[in-house]
Nanobody, 126 residues
Framework: VQLQASGGGLVQPGGSLRLSCAASGFTSDGYSIGWFRQAPGKERQGVSCISVPDGTTYYLDSVKGRFTISNDNDKDTVYLQMTKLESEDTAVYYC????????????????????WGQGTQVTVSS
């Protein structure tokens, strides 16, 4: 499986961005993809996940109501629509598969057992 993330950039607080994760190589109709982020000096954290095809989603508490994850089956692409961006959202964002949710935390795969896309930088600053 190969994943390619894009869509990051510089945006002012309160602004919006849409990240894309183009996927290829899935051999099953069912899979999960997640978005993770890592800010300088901080641990990587799971932001949002989606299960395909059932559409089950997960969101980190701090992004609920602001971020929306969606899947376009025709384009094999998962999107993360981010609105009302805050400076605390500044980080490198990665997409990965599978995405595993345990309790209220999402985890990405061990690289030996899953795939990570390259990161895309999101900077929220005035």
């Amino acid at each position: 499986v190969q994943l390619q993330a894009s869509g990051g950039g510089l945006v002012q607080p309160g602004g919006s961005l849409r990240l894309s994760c183009a996927a290829s190589g899935f051999t099953s109709d069912g899979y999960s993809i997640g978005w993770f982020r890592q800010a300088p000096g901080k641990e990587r954290q799971g932001v949002s996940c989606i299960s395909v095809p059932d559409g089950t989603t997960y969101y980190l508490d701090s992004v609920k109501g602001r971020f929306t994850i969606s899947n376009d089956n025709d384009k094999d692409t998962v999107y993360l629509q981010m609105t009302k961006l805050e400076s605390e959202d500044t980080a490198v964002y990665y997409c990965a598969s599978p995405c595993t949710v345990v309790g209220d935390t999402a985890f990405g795969p061990d690289p030996d057992f899953g795939s990570w896309g390259q990161g895309t930088q999101v900077t929220v600053s005035s």
